[in-house]
């Protein structure tokens, strides 16, 4: 395998970028640099290891912060010259605790911040109701919810599947639409109340994708 490696075409300094980006929501989380050790270590141990170019020295993702990047995936690009690292991120990925260090959108001009969640929907709701189940039952439906327990969640849940039943059977997209919505967020509620979440629905349905 480490023979493999001399495919790789590292620059005069000996480094190739390194381009990180979420497994499961495709997001691009940042861009780093790797040497051949760096290279060898994220094989070796299926943790994010790049080359600092200030300090001059080998170093883990997560090393101090806690903010490791389990690697799922390396990747070479078409010219051999350039890295990608799929990974599961437990934590930011910016030293100044944002998602990615991708926080600044150009329009008007001018550099502007960012969404803070650029997730797929799936994932900013279920990150939604995760901060909703600490709210008090009077103030959020979904609070309500998760603390009637599971089995109102449960029944509430069949009830929204065989609406978005009837809904498709009426031939109407408009209500199909919303009530297929209504659906998806129960499921995410239902998730919450049994400690899972969407991102545990999406593994698993990339484990039946590439079995």
């Given at each position: 395998m480490i023979d493999a490696l001399d495919t790789v075409r590292w620059d005069e300094r000996g480094l190739a970028p390194v381009i990180v980006q979420d497994a499961d929501t495709g997001e691009v989380l940042t861009l780093a640099w790797a040497n051949r050790a760096a290279l060898e270590a994220t094989l070796r141990t299926g943790e994010a290891h790049f080359w600092s170019r200030s300090r001059q020295e080998l170093w883990r993702k997560g090393a101090s912060s806690g903010h490791r990047q389990r690697v799922v995936e390396v990747r070479l690009d078409c010219d051999a010259d350039a890295l990608l690292y799929r990974v599961r991120p437990h934590g930011p990925a910016c030293h100044t605790g944002a998602r990615s260090c991708f926080a600044r959108a150009w329009h008007d001009n001018t550099w502007?911040?960012?969404?803070?969640?650029?997730?797929?929907?799936?994932?900013?709701?279920?990150?939604?109701?995760?901060?909703?189940?600490?709210?008090?039952?009077?103030?959020?439906?979904?609070?309500?919810?998760?603390?009637?327990?599971?089995d109102r969640i449960a029944r509430k849940l069949g009830e929204e599947c065989a609406e978005t039943i009837v809904a498709a059977k009426n031939d109407n997209p408009e209500e199909l639409r919303a009530e297929a919505a209504d659906l998806l967020y129960h499921l995410l509620v239902l998730l919450r109340a049994k400690s899972l979440s969407w991102a545990d629905v999406a593994a698993e349905l990339a484990r039946r994708e590439s079995a």
């Open positions: 502007h911040a960012a969404p803070a969640d650029a997730r797929p929907l799936p994932w900013r709701l279920d990150a939604r109701l995760a901060e909703r189940a600490s709210a008090s039952p009077e103030s959020s439906y979904t609070a309500r919810l998760l603390a009637a327990g599971v």
